[in-house]
């Protein structure tokens, strides 16, 4: 879907990206991390042609897109950036609306796509839709950068750390989202952060970026378990990587399935099959219990999974 072939980008004498290559497959989420000015956010605007490159090539289903016409590029590319980039005086459904509006769609099919936008993204359109970008939380705000990112159906998502800015929380539940949103419709993204546990939480791959170079590009697991270097090393982190591993892994890998689901008992300690090691872990050590219970997305009881299990497999 997207390939860079020796791409430089000079500002003045300063190499802010330095002859990188990248390739990210249709459907991939690419997550380029590393430190403040390695380059990464200059990489991602270089794809949209906010920012033009020095030199190389930047390929999107194969074209050049030095060929092609700059609107037309970014209108086939959703875009989301720290702090939403939302119009303070339209509402919620005019801002979602904005792309589409652009491409002329009929005001039907328009406002069939802002109320489903609105509902995957857990904003109830009878609710929100008559917003001002100010009468909503953080939160509530950088979903609608999502959902006008995603109005056109773009084939690409581009987001340049969209959850910087909020609190530990609201970020936590924003990722979350987003893993659910990618398992419904599958965009190939391009996402920016100095984040590490949210690269590793969101990634298929990661490209770990320094001093306008791509140290490694590689899956999460396997930067985790073979650092191409000791700045990727320090990066991931040395003394708490089998931690890391644990939250790459469901706890459907290494739970004792019951003969079949059971209605689930008030006041029953568990986690959910689609839960992390890491977290069903942490569960257990706080609450020091051997084994806690597993629950299905309809919430019955499918198995157990235990404490010993996972310091054994986790990693």
């Known amino acids: 879907m997207i390939e860079l072939k020796n791409v430089t980008r000079r500002f003045g004498d300063a190499v802010a990206v330095d002859n990188i290559n990248l390739t990210i497959e249709t459907g991939e989420v690419c997550v380029l991390v590393g430190s403040s000015g390695c380059g990464k956010s200059t990489t991602l605007r270089m794809i949209n042609r906010l920012l033009p490159r020095s030199s190389g090539e930047i390929l999107v289903d194969g074209e050049d897109i030095a060929t092609m016409n700059p609107q037309q590029l ?149 930067i985790l378990r073979r650092p191409a270097s000791g700045f990727v090393e320090n990066l991931v982190g040395k003394q708490d990587r089998g931690l890391k591993l644990m939250s790459l892994r469901p706890v459907r890998d290494l739970m004792t399935r019951h003969g079949s689901p059971k209605p689930s008992e008030t006041g029953t300690e568990g986690v959910r099959e689609d839960d992390n090691l890491r977290l069903a872990l942490s569960i257990m050590l706080w609450q020091d219990l051997p084994q806690v219970a597993v629950f299905n997305a309809q919430g019955q009881e499918t198995g157990v999974i235990s404490r010993e299990r996972i310091i054994q497999e986790g990693t």
């Open 74 to 222: 970014r209108l086939n590319m959703g875009y989301v950036i720290q702090g939403t980039g939302l119009f303070p005086h339209w509402t919620v459904a005019h801002n979602i609306a904005m792309v589409p509006r652009l491409l002329k769609w009929p005001k039907e099919r328009i406002d069939a796509r802002v109320e489903e936008l609105m509902t995957l993204l857990d904003l109830d359109p009878a609710t929100h839709a008559g917003k001002y970008p100010q009468q909503l939380s953080g939160g509530q705000a950088q979903r609608v950068g999502v959902a006008r990112a995603l109005a056109a159906d773009p084939n690409i998502l581009l987001m340049d750390e969209p959850f910087g800015a909020l609190d530990a929380i609201t970020r936590e539940n924003l990722q979350l989202e987003m893993l659910r949103i990618q398992q419904q419709v599958r965009k190939t993204t391009v996402f920016v952060t100095h984040d590490i546990d949210e690269a590793l939480k969101l990634a298929t791959r990661i490209a770990v970026m320094d001093q306008g170079r791509i140290l490694q590009h590689d899956t999460p697991e396997s």
